[in-house]
């Protein structure tokens, strides 16, 4: 791939990948022009604290959860989501079961009831 914007994920360093969610968080922070205060008080956390994260340091995880919820960065986090995966037989088997066409309907008075005339 040429593609400049490409990054290989497991090819980087841990502390690459701490930089990368660093500058993704204080890029995130400056676009809606709020201090690094602002964002700590409403996070919950000390504004060293999320000095470290952007720098790319060590940081608890719930500090980036709480930085990410007050940025409204949580969608992100769709990329833990767990998606039930069906096999292909699985799905065929299903598709077999469903029904193909309507059944003609039953006719309950059909019952010859003997009123006495």
Known sequence: ????????????????????????????????NRTQAQVALDAGISR????????GDKVRIDSLIQVLRVLNLLYIMDVFKIQEQISPIEYAKIKKKQRKQASPQKNITSKKVNLGW
């Open 1 to 32: 791939m040429n593609d400049k914007s490409y990054i290989k994920w497991e090819a980087m360093s841990d502390n690459s990948l701490m930089e990368a969610i660093g500058n993704f968080i204080q890029s995130h922070r400056l676009r809606q």
């Open 48 to 55: 060293s604290t999320l000095s470290l994260l952007e720098r």
